[in-house]
C-alpha cells in the first residue's frame, strides 16, 4: 500500500523559512516524478513545485509566484522529497501537499497523494 506522509509545518513568521518533508512507504519515489501543492482557505489547490523522476532527467518546475523562494529536491537513501520554503509570506499560509505519479516528467495526473501539513505565516 502506497502511502505519502507530508511534515515540517507549522507557525511562521513573514520573511521566515520552513523545509517541507514527504516520506513514502510502499514506493520509491525515484522511480515517480513528484510535485508539491498546496490550498489555501477558500482557494483552488495550485501546484508550487516538481521535480520530475530520476529516470528523466530530474529537473525540476516552479510557477512563477514561488520562483527563486521554493526549491524542491530529493533524498533518495531516505525515499524522501523536500520543499524548503523561504521569504515566507502571509499569503503562503495554506495546506500543503505532496503527491506522486509513475511518470518520468511534470505535468502528468498525480495518482498518490498525502493528507497534507499546514503551514501558517503570520506576525
Known amino acids: 500500500q502506497v502511502q505519502l506522509v507530508e511534515s515540517g509545518g507549522g507557525l511562521v513568521q513573514p520573511g521566515g523559512s520552513l523545509r517541507l518533508s514527504c516520506s513514502a512507504s510502499?514506493?520509491?519515489?525515484?522511480?515517480?516524478?513528484i510535485g508539491w501543492f498546496r490550498r489555501a482557505p477558500g482557494k483552488e489547490r495550485e501546484e508550487v513545485a516538481c521535480i520530475s523522476s530520476s529516470s528523466s532527467d530530474g529537473s525540476t518546475f516552479y510557477p512563477d509566484f514561488v520562483k527563486g523562494r521554493f526549491a524542491i529536491s530529493r533524498d533518495s537513501a531516505k525515499n524522501t522529497v523536500f520543499l524548503q520554503m523561504n521569504t515566507l509570506k502571509p499569503e503562503d499560509t495554506a495546506v500543503y501537499f505532496c503527491?506522486?505519479?509513475?511518470?518520468?516528467?511534470?505535468?502528468?495526473?498525480?495518482?498518490?497523494w498525502g493528507k497534507g501539513t499546514l503551514v501558517t505565516v503570520t506576525s
Open positions: 510502499g514506493f520509491t519515489l525515484d522511480d515517480a516524478t
Open positions: 503527491a506522486a505519479v509513475e511518470d518520468p516528467d511534470c505535468g502528468a495526473e498525480y495518482d498518490y
